[in-house]
């Protein structure tokens, strides 16, 4: 009997050694297609793949209903992706989920993002902070270390993920530039410019040289030689932020939305953003028009020069 278990184990081998996807969204296959088991399971439904049919599937829909939509939507899109493999490697004769019209609407929430002012008290808290401390002090390093972060964070507008996997060759001090491995082994590479922040980043690596070859290359270390971890990352970024008194809960995302964000405002294509951030579409990076629009309307209510006429009306 060829089982769901079966199924998953080879779908996900699959996604592993041909696909060669990230380990990360094969975590998620892994935890989605397990729930997906357990659903089956708990139903008391067949776990034969080829009895699993329309209404299996419509109620396992019905169980995820208090999820987020947008976790519900990649709950169904793994298992949509491990149906059309079956389908094609032949395992089973008809894929239920193929010809299902299911539209889940997520809600449009405009990304939260800082304001440039905001940023720039992030910055001068964590030098300021620095500059009080003994050079030759682990607290030096350490602080030396948050600061490569958070300009990492905004000189790329990379993703947490992607700055906690940045590797010491990734990094080229002499042309300025980052090589970025992101969603889908796709790589791209974002030049810095800011001198500033090349200094930085050149001190870091020549402070902590050592360390960083001791890590099995990762450019940015934790206390015992490891690669930072996405979490550590994120608590690094809230614990600045704090020290600059910033009031918003900051996230290493809120970077990389303010880093699309004050780009746009400053007159940049929405497709070289688009190619900075790296989306695979236009739509997802369209988001941030929204927000500039936002912007434009602050502007014009306050700025405008009708208001110096206003009292010339009906």
Same mark, same amino acid.
């Given at each position: 009997?060829?089982?769901?278990?079966?199924?998953?184990?080879?779908?996900?081998?699959?996604?592993?050694?041909?696909? %060669?996807?990230?380990?990360?969204?094969?975590?998620?296959?892994?935890?989605?297609?397990?729930?997906?088991?357990?659903?089956?399971?708990?139903?008391?439904? =067949?776990?034969?793949?080829?009895?699993? /049919?329309?209404?299996?599937?419509?109620?396992? $829909?019905?169980? *995820?209903?208090?999820?987020?939509?947008?976790?519900?939507?990649?709950?169904?899109? @793994? *298992?949509?992706?491990?149906? %059309?493999? #079956?389908?094609?490697?032949?395992?089973?004769?008809?894929?239920?989920?193929?010809?299902?019209?299911?539209?889940?609407?997520?809600?449009?929430?405009?990304?939260?993002?800082? =304001?440039?002012?905001?940023?720039?008290?992030?910055?001068? =808290?964590?030098?300021?902070?620095?500059?009080? #401390?003994?050079?030759?002090?682990?607290?030096?390093?350490?602080?030396?270390?948050?600061?490569?972060?958070?300009? $990492? #964070?905004?000189?790329?507008?990379?993703?947490?993920?992607?700055?906690?996997?940045?590797?010491?060759?990734?990094?080229?001090?002499?042309?300025?530039?980052?090589?970025?491995?992101?969603?889908?082994?796709?790589?791209?590479?974002?030049?810095?410019?800011?001198?500033?922040?090349?200094?930085?980043?050149? $001190?870091y690596k020549n402070i902590l040289n050592k360390n960083i070859i001791q890590s099995c290359n990762f450019f940015l270390i934790n206390r015992i030689n490891k690669g930072l971890s996405d979490q550590s990352i994120r608590n690094i970024v809230k614990i600045i932020s704090k020290r600059a008194n910033i009031q918003k809960h900051v996230t290493p995302h809120i970077f990389?939305?303010?880093?699309? @964000?004050? #780009?746009?405002?400053?007159?940049?294509?929405?497709?070289?953003?688009?190619?900075?951030?790296?989306?695979?579409?236009? @739509?997802? /990076?369209?988001?941030?028009?929204?927000? %500039?629009?936002?912007?434009?309307?602050?502007?014009?209510?306050?700025?405008?020069?009708?208001?110096?006429?206003?009292?010339?009306?009906?």
């Amino acid at each position: 009997m060829y089982t769901q278990q079966i199924a998953a184990k080879e779908f996900l081998h699959h996604c592993m050694y041909e696909k %060669n996807l990230s380990s990360k969204t094969i975590k998620s296959y892994q935890i989605d297609l397990k729930q997906f088991y357990q659903f089956l399971l708990n139903k008391n439904y =067949s776990n034969e793949v080829a009895r699993i /049919t329309k209404i299996e599937i419509r109620d396992y $829909l019905e169980s *995820l209903s208090k999820l987020k939509p947008k976790s519900i939507k990649r709950k169904i899109a @793994t *298992l949509k992706a491990m149906m %059309n493999y #079956l389908e094609y490697e032949d395992k089973i004769d008809f894929n239920p989920i193929r010809k299902m019209k299911i539209r889940i609407k997520e809600p449009k929430t405009l990304p939260r993002f800082l =304001s440039i002012e905001e940023i720039i008290r992030i910055f001068k =808290s964590a030098y300021k902070e620095i500059a009080l #401390l003994n050079k030759d002090s682990y607290s030096y390093q350490i602080m030396l270390r948050n600061i490569a972060v958070i300009e $990492l #964070l905004f000189a790329t507008g990379a993703r947490v993920s992607e700055i906690a996997n940045l590797k010491n060759d990734d990094i080229d001090i002499i042309t300025g530039t980052v090589t970025i491995n992101g969603k889908g082994n796709k790589e791209r590479i974002i030049q810095i410019c800011s001198e500033e922040t090349l200094k930085l980043l050149f $001190l870091y690596k020549n402070i902590l040289n050592k360390n960083i070859i001791q890590s099995c290359n990762f450019f940015l270390i934790n206390r015992i030689n490891k690669g930072l971890s996405d979490q550590s990352i994120r608590n690094i970024v809230k614990i600045i932020s704090k020290r600059a008194n910033i009031q918003k809960h900051v996230t290493p995302h809120i970077f990389r939305h303010t880093f699309a @964000t004050l #780009l746009l405002e400053k007159g940049v294509d929405i497709k070289y953003i688009q190619s900075f951030l790296g989306h695979s579409s236009i @739509t997802t /990076t369209q988001i941030y028009t929204h927000v %500039n629009r936002e912007k434009q309307r602050q502007i014009l209510s306050s700025k405008h020069p009708r208001k110096d006429f206003s009292e010339i009306h009906i």
